[in-house]
Every structure is written in C-alpha cells, then in structure tokens.
C-alpha cells in the first residue's frame, strides 16, 4: 500500500500553541476529569507551618465535600463535561460536511515524519460516537447511582445504588480519554495504550455493583477473558514490531505491500485479531459478554453494546483496511475467507443463541454478537473490491466505500436504539435485580408510554421500517450486494446466481437476512411479554420516575426514530468519514 501524502493535514507537535485548540474536545474531558478529583476533596483540611502553631487553610483534607456541600456535583461535572465535548464534535461534523474543518496531524517532537494522532473526518465521527455513548451513560447513572452520603445509610440493600459518584464519573472521563485516543491514533501503540485505559474502566464499570454476586462474577469473567485477549493482542503487536521495526499505521502499510513469503507478520495479524475479537464480542471470542452484560448495571451493558464495539471496530479498520488491505489487481486481502467465515458464524450463534435466552440483559448481549457478526460481514465486503481481475475503475472503489459508509452508519444508529433498551431496563432494574423477562411482564399495564418506548427499540433492532435499524440494516446488505456485483471476471472468485456472476460475499447479505428474520422472534417476544402478561409479583407498582433517566431515553428514542426517516445529513458525515480512512 502506497503511504497516503496527507499534505492537506494541519502538522502540530504535542502540547503547542495551536494543539489544544484544535483538540478541545480533548482539552475538555481532561479538565473535566481533573475537576472530578479536586472538587470532592475540597474540604476544611489545613497544614501547620513548620515550627509555629499557625495553621494555614489549604482547602483540601478532612471530610468530603465539606467545603461544597454537594455530593451530587461529581455528576453534574461529568454530564456537563461530556455533553460540552460532543459539543465541539458535532460541530467539527458539521463543518467537515459543510468542508470548512482543518483536519490536524500530529507529530513527534522535532520528527514530523512520526506520526502519532490525526483528526480526521473518520476519526471525529468515531469520537462523537464515543462520547455521545458516555454522555447517556452518565446522565442516567445520575438516577441510578444516587449521592446520598454514605453515613446516612445503613442497610446493603440501600448501598446497592449509593456508590461514591465521583469513583464512578472519573471511570467514565479516563474511559472517554481512552476511547477518543483510539479514534486518533495513527500509531498501533498509541491505539494500544488507549484501548487499555478505556478497558481498565470497563472492567470496573462491570463490577462497580460488587454487592451483586452477578456484578462481582461477571466483572471478574470480563476482566480475565480481557487481559487475556489483550496479552495476545500485545504479544502480536510485538510481532508486528519485530517483523517492519515500527509500529506506525502508514509505514506498516508501506511494509505489508512489500511482503514476501515470510510467515511472522500473519502470525502476528492473527494474534491481534483475537485481541479485537474480543472488544467487538466476536464468536468464538464473546463468551464473557454474556455474563458481563448480566451482572453489570444497565446503562454500563449498553455502554460494552456500543462504543466499546465500535472501538474494537476501529482496530478492526486500522489492521485490515488501512494496513493488510492491498492496492491493485493481484489479490485479495489475505484475511477475506477467514473473516467471512468468523463473520457468518458470529451473527448466527449470537441470533441462535439469543432465542433460548430468557434474561432480557443475556438476550441483548447475545443480540450484540449477532450485530459484530453483520458488522464483520461488511468489513469482509470492503476487502472484496480489488480481488484477482475485479474492476477498478471507479466502480469497485465506489462499491467499496459505499458498505464502509453503510457500516459506519450502522455503529452511530446502534447507540440510540441499543443504548435506549438497556436504558429502559435500568429504569426497571432499580425495583430489583433482572434475572428473566418477568421484569418486563406487564409493562404496558404500569407505564404504557414506556412500553410503546421500549418496543419501538426492539423494533429497531429487528430491522423493522421506518426506523434507524431498517435503514442501516438495508445499507448494509445492499452494500455487499453491490461488491459482489463488481466485474469479478477471472478471478476464480465468482459464483452464478439467477444467471448473474457475483463474488461469493454476497451469501453474507442472503445470511443477514435470514439471521434478521430470525432476530424478529425474539424482539418481538419482548413486546409479548410487555404489552399481554400479567405484571409479576413485586412488580405491580408505577414505574420509578427519574428526570435524567426519561432524558436519556428520549434522547435515544429521537434517534431511532429521526435517523430512520431523516438520515440523509448522518449518511453524509458517515460518507466523509469513510472517504478519509480508506484514502
């Protein structure tokens, strides 16, 4: 692969004059993340000045939040930074639809040939995603994890929602600092260290509820199966590094299309496939999903549902489409059959498996699998266009960037209608733990707004019209369509359907769609349940009232149901943004 120019690139150092400028969003969470350490220890404390008995007030020290009086403002700090972040991000979006937007490159010190992160149009959606996930998160733990002090409460039961808001927002900024360093990283090590910050956080965020057996079993299977994908994931970088000598995105792709014979960088492709695997819960690397997404607190399952599965996607971009994917006519990518296969296995096991689940919580996370599945299917498509004799004139690339754009559009709109059914559940999970989908029985009958709600989400899901799942689902499928139907004359590659010649992807889209007309069954059981059982016992009361929670949702359902009918300005920013990873 040719190293892109990037001569349009703004090229800055570190830490310059113009570099928080042009990373604010960046900027923001930092500062926001210093608030959220210094505000709670703001107290009466005071230090005595060597040899005197002056004492002289320091303001830190002694009782928490003493000084302020508000054990709530870690909260607000956290909603606030984040929704001043995703902010500036939209409005880079903006701007980069309109083209008005600089996109930056950022350098070694004294090295400019050293690259470290790049603001790009890809690279800004991916942060908005990001952010735009943690900002829900956030608002709804407001309601779920309450600020009353903990010398007020006594009983375990009441601690199960008491958690300290300050441990559990500063989790959530370091994971946005992480995941937005993903996003930019233009050097494999850079996009390591940024993957570990966020799933540090992640493993905690699953275990936060450890008075829950659930959330204490399923943040430790979590965090072993996690340090484990990550240890093979880093041995494989390492490979990697031994085999080209750096870990940069464009110097490895430089190297890639030069290979040989030579069998250590497959070796190492490999190993950091099942790193990847492992953040985007892909079979057979998604048997910890499951259990986390169980024992962790609702708003923390949607938050592993959809922005940790898009930055494992952004891994999953950077290694096979910007590095291993080869330019010209003589072949194709090396990961194509393998990725295929993994892709049609993932989205039927998890379809498969999500029919026999009767915990709504399992059944969502098992969804999830089925999601990575459709998603790898797409990336599968995008290494199609250049295989053997394909045509490439235009038409490929075109094919090409319009299943990447598909693709990208598919993990924004996953936010909304994801993030809003775990939402949902949380409101429910706060009357006692979920454990079968009794916890929804009767809810049309409590709260029939809520039930309309949630069932509008699951229809989302299955792919019902006229919501954002139907489109980006369609998207998808006409995407890898439209690469299969690419002049594959020749290439030994193509099969003949109805008398037509089309590559062999396109049996990936056939199985989306049989997979979706599966997921139908048990999306709609989900409806079933809410709107003909009767409510389960302790389940009969009004559904909690909480103003943060009903915000987020609202904002989810907004989402879900704008996206679907108005998407063109998103398909757009999601166009931009593939045009910039695949240049």
């Known amino acids: 692969m040719e ?122 959606l991916m942060e908005a995603l990001f952010i735009g996930a943690l900002f829900l998160v956030a608002l709804a733990s407001n309601d779920r994890y309450r600020s009353t002090p903990a010398r007020e409460v006594r009983s375990l039961s009441a601690l199960y929602n ?35 910050l966020a799933g540090f956080s992640s493993y905690i965020l699953v275990a936060f509820n450890k008075e829950s057996k659930f959330g204490s079993e399923g943040g430790m299977k979590y965090f072993m199966v996690g340090s484990a994908s990550s240890g093979v994931g880093l041995y494989g970088l390492s490979l990697l590094y031994l085999w080209a000598g750096t870990l940069q995105v464009d110097a490895l792709a430089l190297a890639w299309s030069n290979i040989g014979q030579e069998i250590l960088p497959y070796v190492a492709l490999g190993l950091m496939l099942v790193g990847f695997g492992f953040k985007v819960s892909a079979a057979p690397f998604h048997f910890a999903a499951p259990d986390a997404y169980a024992g962790a607190s609702s708003p923390f399952a949607g938050l592993l549902a959809t922005a940790s599965k898009a930055m494992g996607m952004v891994g999953l971009f950077r290694i096979l489409l910007v590095i291993t994917l080869p330019e010209g006519t003589e072949g194709s990518a090396v990961w194509l059959v393998l990725l295929g296969v993994l892709a049609a296995i993932t989205m039927t096991w998890g379809n498969l498996a999500a029919l026999g689940s009767k915990n709504p919580k399992r059944m969502l996370a098992y969804s999830s699998v089925a999601h990575a599945g459709y998603m790898m299917a797409a990336l599968t498509a995008v290494g199609v266009w250049n295989l053997g004799e394909a045509s490439l004139d235009g038409a490929a690339e075109a094919a090409s960037e319009a299943v990447l754009t598909a693709l ?40 029939p707004l809520l039930a309309v709600v949630m069932f509008v989400f699951m229809l989302s899901l299955a792919g019902v019209p006229p919501l954002s799942g139907f489109l980006s689902k369609l998207l998808v499928i006409m995407g890898i369509v439209k690469v299969a139907a690419v002049d594959v004359a020749g290439s030994g590659a193509s099969v003949s359907v109805f008398g037509l010649d089309l590559h062999w992807v396109w049996s990936l889209a056939l199985l989306m769609v049989l997979n979706s007309a599966i997921s139908v069954y048990y999306y709609l059981r989900i409806g079933v349940v809410m709107f003909f059982d009767a409510p389960a016992v302790g389940r009969d009361r009004p559904v909690p009232r909480t103003v943060f929670t009903a915000i987020a949702i609202a904002i989810c359902l907004t989402g879900t149901v704008g996206f679907g009918v108005w998407g063109d300005p998103l398909i757009e920013v999601c166009r931009d943004a593939a045009e910039a990873l695949l240049r």
């Not at 984040?82 to 350098?107: K, S, Y």
């Not at 959530?172 to 993957?195: D, K, S, Y």
């Not at 994801?418 to 009794?438: N, P, S, T, W, Y």
Request: charge should be negative.
């Open 3 to 124: 190293v892109p120019e990037m001569s349009s690139l703004l090229r800055v150092e570190p830490f310059s004059a113009g570099f928080f400028g042009y990373f604010a969003a960046e900027t923001v969470l930092a500062l926001g993340l210093v608030l959220m350490i210094v505000v709670p220890n703001l107290g009466r404390g005071t230090f005595r000045v060597p040899g005197t008995q002056v004492r002289v007030p320091w303001f830190f020290g002694g009782e928490r939040y003493a000084l302020t009086g508000r054990p709530d403002l870690p909260g607000y700090i956290s909603v606030l930074t984040l929704l001043t972040a995703l902010v500036l991000l939209i409005n880079d979006l903006l701007n980069t639809w309109d083209h008005t937007t600089q996109e930056v490159l950022v350098h070694a010190v004294g090295d400019d040939s050293v690259r470290i992160l790049a603001a790009t149009p890809f690279s800004r």
């Open 408 to 447: 990208l559009f598919h993990l924004v709109v996953l936010v909304a209608f994801k993030m809003g059914a775990f939402l949902v559940i949380g409101l429910l999970e706060q009357e006692g733990e979920v454990k079968d989908d009794r916890t929804l029985s009767g809810l049309s009958k409590r709260s």
């Open 162 to 196: 008491n958690r300290r808001q300050a441990d559990l927002h500063i989790l959530l900024l370091t994971c946005a600092l992480g995941m937005t360093t993903v996003a930019l990283a233009e050097n494999l090590f850079v996009l390591f260290v940024g993957l570990e």
